[in-house]
């Protein structure tokens, strides 16, 4: 090699050399690991023990791995003589017996973990009748203790002690395992087949165990079937997949330890007629092993399983081959071996034999009640019960129902029809293709009835012991040949709950749409009329503050010309005079100065009384009546009047702007009556009216009163009475005047509160 292509080579070199370390590693430590549970243990010092004591280890025990030293003969290699020769003469694991009991030798395990010494040399060697010493670990297997070994020693050949004869109790439960033992019986039916043999059952009267035989013609299924046979053999166990007993099952291992007894019929037909109803009826001798004939017509087929009815009564055939030609509708011949694994007997390992001809099986309708209804009657009535030969269980009939569902299912599997026939739901099962068919059609159904049944129950107070053992139907099922077996009564109604719940979910989606438009409708709605709202707002008080502005500019101004400004034309008349009588009469001018004092000091007075109006309207703190108390006993300061405000307890908080107009109101009608009433008493009272949703203010006074029609007016230069008027309609209020001179007068205003929106207001 080139030095180019060694150094190209090396990275690949490496990658091996490094695979192959790291194999040997894993081997090693697994021998590590496995060895660990032995260290320190040597063969020599352990006594040899009973396989009877180890086969009873109990399995936790079992899965620690003691170590073991055994003796005994090989009593089977591998599955007997149906094994499958291994390769390189080397058997995955081997049987052997004392006369405690017998073991299972897990030679693949012990391989697989390395710890087998020589295992090349020593496997090959490996026969049936040989006398082994075996050192290594128990191991708690699949379903019994089992030996791992890591050393197998030959001492010569060994004879094993003669096969018992097995007790059937025992040896069904599984109770015999591992032990020679011979079973008779009759081969009822093949089980299974591959390359390698035959699986057959083989039937002893009070059950049934397995066994395998290699594929030569002495083992031929038609040769076996319906013989009665001696078979001696390894007793073994079929298990699930939690360790548990199935079934037993004999290994046989030499071909001398299979013997036919009773040959079988060379013709199966050969054997008597019997009439369906008495297929498994009452014999003296017990229930047949053998094959029993009957005859009838053929009412369902598919290919495993099949239904064949003479007159009224029909039986339920397990067919060993399928006949995808035998149609339903012939008539037949069917010999089989009596099968009880369900409620009624039926017929297994069933073989068909067509007869010339064909009968018609006309379907008998019924109702689950009217079966239910025949059974109770039945089962107190003797006479009743000799009739139920015709049972319909297995029969042709025919329901009628509404379909609940379809269930599509792939072949081989059935589909699966719910009906509700009205008392019950039927499962009605079509092996043949189909289309599927909509719920809620009502159909009208032929198949062969299969009723399931309780389990008996055993009753001794209120039913004779006679009867306990009679079974109850709880459910009908229907078997279907094809789509012929269906026949469309009516379709369903277009408004069926598939499409009620699409209409819902479409309402539903168009509901939460619109009420998902009307929300964000109303939500932009609201903003739109919250910009409105801020909108009139404002242009509403622009025009009220120019509106007031107006009317206080009006108010003022009259309120200047009657106080301020006719208190400045007596100061400018006072001082004139004092001009005209300068140097003449001292006493004259200090006079006319001493009267310009005292106007100066009443103006004054005038100025600060308007200041103070235009700041005492209520503030947030103050409610109406409390600002109406406080501006009376200010007016009315240093005048011989006397102040009564009311108001009722219901009385309301006010809008700020509807507060300050009626104060300015109030105030406006005490300033008359004290300048122009010449009263001793007023009195002010607050109500609410609450029909009107409205307020009432009114004040009163006990002076000389006047003439309200001819009431000074403000092109005569008098504001107050118009100001009140503008106040209170500009409120949308009333505004009443009640007066007569020498008896007072009375002032009522009244303004609604439910017309100002609050964000407005």
């Known amino acids: ?15 091996i050399m490094l695979a192959t370390v790291a194999s040997a590693q894993t081997v090693v430590s697994a021998q590590t690991v496995v060895s660990a549970r032995t260290d320190g243990v040597h ?14 280890t109990p399995r936790d025990e079992a899965a620690l791995r003691p170590p073991i030293r055994i003796v005994g003969t090989v009593s089977s290699v591998g599955e007997g003589i149906a094994a499958t020769p291994p390769e390189h003469n080397s058997p995955r694991h081997f049987c052997i017996e004392d006369a405690t009991g017998g073991i299972w030798v897990q030679v693949i395990q012990a391989m697989r973990e390395g710890i087998l010494v020589d295992s090349k040399e020593v496997l090959p060697k490996i026969q049936y009748g040989q006398r082994v010493e075996i050192f290594g670990d128990l191991g708690e297997g699949g379903f019994a203790p ?18 018992e004869r097995a007790s059937l109790r025992t040896f069904l439960r599984g109770g015999s395992a591992l032990r020679r033992v011979t079973v008779n019986g009759v081969v009822q039916n093949l089980t299974k087949e591959n390359r390698r043999g035959y699986l057959f059952r083989i039937e002893t009267g009070v059950g049934h165990f397995l066994t395998w035989l290699p594929k030569q013609p002495r083992y031929a299924p038609d040769r076996l079937l319906d013989a009665k046979v001696r078979v001696t053999g390894l007793a073994g166990t079929s298990r699930n997949w939690r360790a548990e007993f199935v079934c037993p099952r004999l290994i046989v291992n030499q071909h001398d330890d299979f013997v036919v007894l ?56 397990t067919l060993n081959q399928s006949d ?9 011949d069917v010999t089989g071996f009596i099968d009880t694994s369900q409620y009624q007997a039926g017929l297994s390992g069933g073989l068909i034999r067509r007869l010339q001809g064909e009968a018609r099986i006309e379907p008998q309708p019924i109702s689950f009640d009217e079966i239910l209804i025949d059974h109770k009657k039945a089962k107190w009535n003797s006479s009743k019960q000799r009739d139920m030969d015709g049972r319909l269980d297995g029969r042709l009939v025919s329901i009628e129902g509404v379909l609940l569902n379809f269930q599509v299912a792939r072949a081989p599997q059935p589909h699966r029809l719910a009906i509700d026939c009205g008392d019950s739901i039927t499962t009605a099962y079509l092996f043949a293709a189909s289309e599927e068919i909509r719920p809620q059609t009502k159909l009208r159904l032929t198949g062969v009835a299969r009723l399931l049944y309780d389990a008996p129950a055993v009753k001794f107070n209120d039913a004779p012991a006679a009867n306990s053992n009679f079974a109850m139907p709880y459910q009908l099922d229907l078997l279907l040949r094809s789509d012929d077996d269906i026949t469309v009564l009516s379709l369903p109604p277009w408004w069926t709950g598939p499409r009620a719940l699409t209409a819902f979910t479409l309402v539903a989606f168009i509901s939460l749409a619109a009420f998902a438009w009307a929300f964000a409708l109303r939500r932009a709605l609201k903003q739109r009329t919250g910009q409105l709202t801020r909108e009139m707002k404002d242009r509403r008080d622009a025009a009220i503050e120019f509106q007031g502005a107006m009317r206080e500019r009006t108010r003022l101004a009259a309120n200047l010309h009657d106080t301020l400004l006719q208190t400045m034309a007596g100061i400018a008349y006072q001082v004139e005079t004092c001009a005209q009588h300068e140097g003449q009469d001292p006493k004259q001018i200090d006079a006319s100065l001493q009267t310009a004092r005292k ?22 703190e103050d409610t109406l009546p409390d600002a109406v108390r406080f501006a009376a006993g200010r007016i009315t300061s240093g005048y011989p009047l006397k102040v009564h405000v009311r108001s009722s307890d219901d ?22 009556c004290v300048k122009h009433a010449d009263a001793s008493k007023i009195e002010v009272e607050m109500v609410k009216v609450a029909k009107c949703e409205s307020v009432r203010v009114c004040v009163r006074d006990n002076g000389g009163g006047f003439d309200v029609d001819k009431r000074r007016r403000s092109k005569d230069g008098h504001f107050g009475i118009e100001g009140m008027i503008h106040r209170i ?32 207001a």
Do not use: C
Not at 288 to 298: E, M, S
Not at 324 to 332: D, P
């Open 1 to 15: 090699m080139s030095k180019t292509a060694l150094i190209q080579a090396a990275p690949f070199i490496l990658v």
């Open 43 to 56: 063969k020599d010092a352990l006594e040899v023990q009973s396989i009877g004591e180890l086969i009873a």
């Open 146 to 163: 089992v030996v791992i070994p890591r050393s197998i020693k030959f001492e010569g050949s060994g004879s094993l002690p003669p096969a």
């Open 262 to 317: 009773q040959a079988a019929p060379a013709d199966p037909f050969s054997v008597d007629l019997v009439p369906i109803k008495q297929v498994d009826a009452f014999h003296p001798d017990g229930r047949p092993l053998h094959r029993r004939r009957i005859r009838g017509t053929v009412t369902f087929n598919n290919q495993q399983t099949m239904y064949v009815q003479s007159e009224n009564t029909a039986v339920r055939i």
């Open 324 to 332: 995808e030609s035998i149609q339903v509708g012939e008539r037949v």
């Open 599 to 620: 106007m100066i000091q009443h103006g004054q007075d005038d100025l600060r009384d308007t200041v103070w109006a235009l700041n005492s309207l209520p503030n947030d």
């Open 651 to 672: 009385f309301p908080p006010l809008a700020e702007h509807i507060a300050g107009n009626l104060l300015l109101f109030v105030r406006e009608a005490i300033h008359n």
């Open 729 to 760: 309609e500009r409120l949308g209020g009333t505004l009443v005047i009640d007066s007569q001179v020498g008896h007072g007068t009375t002032v009522t205003g009244e303004v609604p509160t439910h017309q100002f929106d609050s964000e407005i």
